[in-house]
């Protein structure tokens, strides 16, 4: 009888090992998705929106007005041509043009119908970081040049419905990466992303290098910022027949001497 269920045992082991031998190994639980990166939230720093006339997030200042006038004028032009995106520009620096795109941003944002991004394209000399008193670790240069993700590249202000995509250090060989399909296709997705959103594009000015002119065709429309009593008529002129062609928006006039 012992030796019958010592039998029977490795019967029964034999058995099993040539199931196990016949069977596909189990595969192991796939891996959960990785968690999203989240955008980093960043304070504003107030003694800087001050110092470089950002408005509209103080809710000080007799401009404050001024803004939500153009926030209006903005939204119609963009609703009735069915435009997203939005590049801000003038004749040459000190015109005012990344005040502007800040303050018309935060506008933007405040307005609960959509989100606004606001791109720093000026990558030569970007200063969106700085009018906002903060410090990118990494930005757009760094989504074009090192393949960092884009989620790790965008800045949360605590501003409700704005997000800010700088630019941390600046680059000199800038025009020919804005023309590349990379930055086509990120520029189509921005877009494209979020049905609600607006993207601001701050630009470099028109007359001081050829970033703009390269990077139009990426953008529906485009604003002229000009300075009351700096920008001759001859570079307004200039700047006028370049955008010939490229949905020109408008100019603003910044720093007018003159009461509505």
Same mark, same amino acid.
Do not use: W
């Given at each position: 009888?012992? /030796?019958?269920? /010592?039998?029977?045992?490795? !019967?029964?082991?034999?058995?099993?090992?040539?199931?196990?031998?016949?069977?596909?190994?189990?595969?192991?639980?796939?891996?959960?998705?990785?968690?999203?990166?989240?955008?980093?939230?960043?304070?504003?720093?107030?003694?800087?929106?001050?110092?470089?006339?950002? #408005?509209?997030?103080?809710?000080?200042?007799?401009?404050?007005?001024?803004?939500?006038?153009?926030? %209006? $004028?903005?939204?119609?032009?963009?609703?009735?041509?069915?435009?997203?995106?939005?590049?801000? *520009?003038?004749?040459?620096?000190?015109?005012?043009?990344? %005040?502007? !795109?800040?303050?018309?941003?935060?506008?933007?944002?405040?307005?609960?119908?959509? %989100?606004?991004?606001?791109?720093?394209?000026?990558?030569? $000399?970007?200063? #969106?970081?700085?009018?906002?008193?903060?410090?990118?670790?990494?930005?757009?240069?760094?989504?074009?040049?090192?393949?960092?993700?884009?989620?790790?590249?965008?800045? $949360?202000?605590?501003?409700?419905?704005?997000?800010?995509?700088?630019? !941390?250090?600046?680059?000199?060989?800038?025009?020919?990466?804005?023309? *590349?399909?990379?930055?086509?296709?990120?520029? !189509?997705?921005?877009?494209?992303?979020?049905?609600?959103?607006?993207?601001?594009?701050?630009?470099?000015?028109?007359?001081?290098?050829?970033? *703009?002119?390269?990077?139009?065709?990426?953008?529906?429309?485009?604003?002229?910022?000009?300075?009351?009593? #700096?920008?001759?008529?001859?570079?307004?002129?200039?700047?006028?027949?370049?955008?010939?062609?490229?949905?020109?928006?408008?100019?603003?006039?910044?720093?007018?001497?003159?009461?509505?």
């Amino acid at each position: 009888m012992d /030796k019958l269920e /010592k039998a029977l045992q490795k !019967a029964r082991e034999d058995r099993e090992r040539v199931l196990a031998a016949a069977m596909p190994p189990l595969e192991a639980d796939p891996e959960p998705p990785p968690e999203p990166v989240r955008t980093m939230t960043r304070p504003l720093s107030p003694t800087e929106l001050e110092r470089h006339r950002v #408005v509209v997030r103080s809710g000080k200042g007799d401009n404050i007005d001024l803004f939500r006038m153009l926030r %209006t $004028k903005v939204i119609q032009q963009m609703e009735s041509a069915n435009l997203r995106t939005l590049a801000i *520009t003038s004749p040459q620096y000190g015109d005012g043009k990344t %005040t502007i !795109a800040i303050n018309l941003a935060m506008s933007l944002a405040l307005d609960v119908k959509q %989100t606004v991004l606001l791109v720093d394209m000026d990558m030569r $000399k970007p200063s #969106v970081h700085e009018f906002l008193g903060i410090e990118p670790a990494l930005g757009l240069s760094d989504y074009l040049l090192r393949n960092v993700p884009l989620s790790d590249c965008l800045v $949360k202000p605590n501003v409700e419905r704005l997000v800010v995509l700088p630019v !941390a250090g600046s680059l000199h060989d800038s025009s020919e990466l804005l023309g *590349t399909p990379k930055m086509a296709r990120l520029a !189509a997705e921005l877009k494209s992303r979020y049905p609600d959103r607006i993207v601001i594009y701050d630009m470099p000015p028109l007359l001081t290098q050829d970033d *703009t002119l390269a990077f139009l065709p990426q953008v529906d429309g485009v604003l002229l910022v000009v300075r009351d009593g #700096v920008s001759p008529i001859a570079q307004v002129r200039a700047c006028a027949e370049s955008l010939t062609g490229r949905n020109f928006l408008g100019t603003i006039l910044n720093d007018s001497r003159f009461s509505a």
